[in-house]
């Protein structure tokens, strides 16, 4: 199968690899690039692991081409610290003791990073709804939530 | 999961995706989201040479309103489709079906609504791994002559599962389909064969382009309804959608319509009959009810996540809750 050229920004970085039609979006960050906080969970879009922004929007990177995100700006958990500081999301998610084993953070957070973008004071119907396709298996989304709400209320999503 | 190997196409112009849909054929279905498709295509339930990507073709974007109807491209995402003014305006009942696929995370950005619409048929005994797939005899879309589901059925019962269908249907959508041989409109009802191993009437060369919606005369009263047993990433187990225009009291117009059930929106003719031109009555909603039951029970086979009886009885329930509160009971 013939590689064809693609041309993304990944956290700010304008990126060009050579990839086949037949790859998604989350081999090309995991396995050419090296973000391996994009994490592959069921593979077929029901969890939410694999979740990267394109252009600002949650995306499932397992259900989306690599081809599909030429010229896009894609960001993954690794792009979130800036100048050596957690995101406030990040931040809020270890205060709130939010993370247990770690598989679904990456998603939850870039999901939450999204929402609070589009809506810096999100109800918690809002939250929940922004949320309900990532999945934790550890345990309960009490502390997920707490960890949103908390960053919603003492207004830092704007900083991130 | 690994994908299948295929070449990839993404034109620039509907010309030029036409063009090589007219060459390809069902080798290379369309790629709008790729919600549905790639799933697919993981399982292996097809094995296409080419993606069509219509990622670059804009005359399938957006959304037009015009005086007597709205225009939708079948590329529009789910997304902005619920953020549109217009939609929101005069049919909140498709915003209502729109944020009720999956979760946003996996239709809202990516997914579309020419894409939710054409969404392949779904059946527990089919839409699994190409290993599970490997333990079962052929059915009629895996190129045997049986449904696995239901023994002498001529045809597949795959479940229609787009969260859109019966909305579009209640809303007498119009389709605009292009392909080689120029371009045609059909009403949504009519895109749907009810067998599944061809779900669509959709010719290999052609391409969905616009979803039309008449502008209703007067203010819709509405319902959509959907049981899942996940709602944030489970495709509906009975949805239904009733749209009611009430004059003075009395239901000048209504229209009731089920969905996944079987390969193909069903409305309910018999229960409009019940409804049209009379005072809104609480006796209406069980006699919708009952009328789903009996419509259901024809319908329903065990190919779901849930039993027939389970089913058909929700599908009593979803009609009745429709009728309900569309008619402000």
Known sequence: ?160 | MRLPSFAYHAPHSLDQALKIKGELGAQAPVLAGGTDLIVNLKHQLSSPAALISLRNVKELKGIQAKPDSLIIRAATTLMEIRSNEAIQTHFPILVKAVESVGALGIQGFRGTIGGNLCSQPRCILYNQSRFWRSGKAKCHRTGGKECLALAGSESCNSICSGDTVPVLVALSAQLSIAGSGGQRTLPVADFFTSKGESPFNLAPDEIVTEIRLPIPWAPLSWSYQRISLRSAVDFPLVNAAAVAIINKEKVDSFRLVLSALGPAPVALKEAEAVVKGKKPDSAMVREAGEIALRAAEGIVVENASTSKAYRVKMAAIVAGRAVEEALGL
């Open chain 1, 1 to 160: 199968m013939k590689k064809q050229f693609l041309t993304m920004t990944v956290n700010g970085n304008e990126i060009d690899v050579a990839v086949t039609p037949n790859t998604t979006l989350l081999e090309v960050l995991r396995d050419d690039l090296g973000f391996t906080g994009v994490k592959e969970g069921c593979s077929e879009g029901v969890c939410g692991a694999c979740t990267v922004l394109m252009n600002g929007a949650p995306i499932r990177s397992c259900l989306t081409l690599a081809l599909e995100a030429e010229g896009a700006f894609v960001t993954t958990i690794e792009g979130l610290a800036a100048r050596g500081q957690l995101h406030p999301v990040q931040q809020a998610f270890i205060d709130q003791g939010a993370v247990q084993c770690g598989f679904c953070t990456p998603g939850m957070i870039l999901s939450s990073k999204a929402l609070l973008d589009r809506s810096p004071h999100p109800t918690d119907e809002e939250i929940k709804t922004a949320l309900a396709g990532n999945f934790c298996r550890c345990t309960g989304y009490k502390k997920i939530l707490d960890a949103v709400r908390s960053v919603a209320r003492e207004g830092k999503a704007e900083t991130g």
